[in-house]
C-alpha cells in the first residue's frame, strides 16, 4: 500500500516536499512514479524513479524544479517541488510498479496507487 502526503498551501515561486510511504512489501523492487490531476482535467504524470538504479524521467513542464528521489530503508519517495506554479495545483499521487525502469508515465503502468495529497499554489 502506498500513502502519499505533504500537500498543501503555498504561494507562487514556493516550495513543498511530498512523501509516498510504502507498506506491506518489497519496497525497493518497484519502480514509483507521481502523478497529478487538476480539476476538470486528465491524471497527467509528473516524475518517476526506477527500482535499484534510480533512473528518474520527469515531464517537460516540472524539468528543473521537480526533484524525485527514494529512499528505500524507510521505504519512502519523494517529490521536492521548487519554484511553484499555479498550473502546479492538482491532487498529487504516487504510484508504484514492480521491476519498473522508471520510464514508463502512464497512469495504466502502474499499480498500487496512493490516495493522493492536495496541492494548492496562490498566485
Known amino acids: 500500500q502506498l500513502q502519499a502526503s505533504g500537500g498543501g498551501l503555498v504561494q507562487a515561486g514556493g516550495s513543498l516536499r511530498l512523501s509516498c510511504a510504502a507498506s506491506?512489501?518489497?519496497?525497493?523492487?518497484?519502480?514509483v512514479g507521481w502523478f497529478r490531476q487538476a480539476p476538470g482535467k486528465e491524471r497527467e504524470f509528473v516524475a518517476s524513479?526506477?527500482?535499484?538504479?534510480?533512473?528518474?524521467s520527469y515531464a517537460e513542464s516540472v524539468k528543473g524544479r521537480f526533484t524525485i528521489s527514494r529512499d528505500d530503508a524507510r521505504e519512502k519517495v519523494y517529490l521536492q517541488m521548487n519554484s511553484l506554479k499555479t498550473e502546479d495545483t492538482a491532487v498529487y499521487y504516487c504510484?508504484?510498479?514492480?521491476?519498473?525502469?522508471?520510464?514508463?508515465?502512464?497512469?495504466?503502468?502502474?499499480?498500487?496507487w496512493g490516495q493522493g495529497t492536495q496541492v494548492t499554489v496562490s498566485s
Open positions: 524513479i526506477s527500482w535499484r538504479l534510480r533512473r528518474t
Open positions: 504510484a508504484a510498479r514492480r521491476y519498473g525502469s522508471g520510464q514508463e508515465q502512464g497512469p495504466t503502468d502502474y499499480d498500487p
Open positions: 506491506g512489501g518489497t519496497f525497493s523492487r518497484y519502480a
